[in-house]
């Protein structure tokens, strides 16, 4: 009898160890009686050839057409799998360092192509690789691919923040939007994520590192921000930079800043390669012109720098839409009103008031359920928002704090009836201030 088998080996760079074991899966036959006597070989290197490597564990996933048919695991570079096939065109699609005990693997039965491979709750990202292609296995025949594997993270490296204020409490930077998730298929799901970094203060008692390297997947639309958050006597003060050099997939990013009182914080940002993707550098500038404050800001201060435009309504700002903004008579100074892009259904008034942390974005603070005024704004600028917000109504809360639901289709209002279901996507209030 002939098999038909999915060989899959994993390469590290472009050769086999010397030790490899075999596992075999699969019937001979399918379940409509067919005969799998065809081989299709399937191996994953390093895209980049020499130094290159394979995040392992690799998730293999088999489809003909929009079904599965097969998943398995590669283990390590020196196991190779057979799996029982019939003959036919398949899309062979591998993704690397998905492990079962970090990521919430689409199994066989509900697996598709733009199936999202989610983080488990409370686990890290890890180094991420994709690849695919497209083979047909003809009766009795022996196909080979070889997929290399391309990477599909960047690596924030080291952080270090120098000179910051000895009463700092705290300091964290944040990116952002970035991408939440990687699909089998190699693509990004899920648009304005973001990461914060929490620095550690040195024993110097003014700089202020990262305790180690993290993995993010790279911005879901670009300029991305980088923010420096600063937090003395409790109001943390944002400095926020837009990227002119995109951040990319592929690239070790290292960050050095240095607080200088007059101007806010200077960073050079280095992106390398090293085995990457080779080598460039992006130099950036934070300074009072790009901060927002939040908490009780009561310390004055020397705000120097050029003034600039204020955003928009409709403009991105931290990751957030913009609804409002109010600048004040000496145009030096402004308030912004930003949308969070998270939502969710609340099923009361206090479940609305605890969810308003969860659905906020790193480095803002003060999260609120909108108010009248604020949700009208919400649904003049619905077109503008993303991700999109759901048809249905939305929660707010008039000037007495009662709550009300409104229709974002209609600008219809009433009482608010959670039994129906209502949305909140809450709202925050930054101050910029530009001499």
């Known amino acids: 009898m002939k098999t038909k088998t999915l060989f899959a080996s994993a390469l590290a760079v472009l050769g086999l160890t010397a030790c490899e074991r075999t596992l075999d899966v699969g019937e001979d036959k399918t379940s409509t009686g067919q005969m799998k006597n065809s081989v299709l070989q399937v191996r994953t290197r390093g895209a980049t050839g020499d130094g290159a490597t394979v995040a392992y564990p690799v998730a293999v996933y088999v489809f003909q057409g929009d079904e599965c048919k097969t998943s398995q695991a590669i283990g390590d ?8 096939l019939t ?88 990116i952002a939007p970035l991408w939440h998730s990687l699909t089998i298929g190699g693509t990004y799901s899920s648009t304005n994520g973001s990461s914060t970094i929490t620095l550690t203060k040195q024993e110097d008692g003014r700089t202020w590192k990262n305790n180690g390297s993290a993995y993010l997947l790279p911005p879901s639309s670009q300029p991305a921000s980088v923010s420096v958050n600063i937090t003395v006597g409790g109001t943390t003060k944002t ?15 290292n960050i050095d800043g240095t607080y200088t009182e007059a101007v806010g914080v200077n960073l050079t940002g280095t992106i390398t390669g090293a085995t990457w993707l080779g080598e460039r ?15 009780n800001d009561n310390n004055g201060g020397d705000n120097g720098g050029d003034t600039q435009d204020f955003p928009s ?17 000496d145009g030096q100074s402004a308030e912004v009103v930003l949308l969070s892009p ?40 619905r077109n503008d928002v993303t991700p999109a917000p759901a048809a249905g109504i939305y929660l707010y809360k008039n000037n007495n704090g009662v709550y009300y639901q409104y229709n974002l289709a209609t600008g219809a209002t009433g009482s608010a009836n959670y039994i129906t279901g209502i949305n909140l996507r809450p709202v925050a209030i930054v101050s910029i201030t530009k001499e």
């Open 281 to 295: 550098t992006i130099s950036f500038t934070f300074d009072e012109d790009g901060s927002s404050t939040s908490g």
């Open 342 to 381: 998270n939502e969710r259904a609340v099923t009361s008034a206090s479940d609305a008031e605890s969810a308003l942390a969860s659905l906020g974005v790193d480095g803002i603070s003060d999260w609120t359920v909108p108010t009248k005024a604020q949700v009208d704004a919400f649904a003049a600028a």
């Open 239 to 253: 400095y926020t930079y837009n990227t002119s050099d995109e951040l990319e997939a592929g690239y070790k990013i």
């Open 77 to 84: 570079e020196g196991q190779t799998l057979n799996i029982a």
């Open 313 to 329: 309504v409709g403009d991105t700002y931290q990751g957030c839409c913009v609804l409002a903004v109010t600048v004040e008579d």
């Open 87 to 174: 003959e036919g065109t398949y899309s062979v699609y591998a993704v690397g360092g998905v492990s079962a005990s970090d990521y919430v693997l689409p199994t066989v039965s509900n697996a598709l192509t733009t199936s999202a491979i989610a983080l488990q709750e409370g686990k890290k990202l890890t180094d991420l690789m994709a690849a695919s292609a497209t083979v047909t296995l003809v009766d009795g025949g022996t196909n080979t691919v070889t997929l290399g594997m391309a990477r599909k993270t960047m690596l924030i490296h080291d952080v270090t923040i120098k000179k910051v204020p000895s009463a700092a409490t705290a300091v964290t930077v944040t």
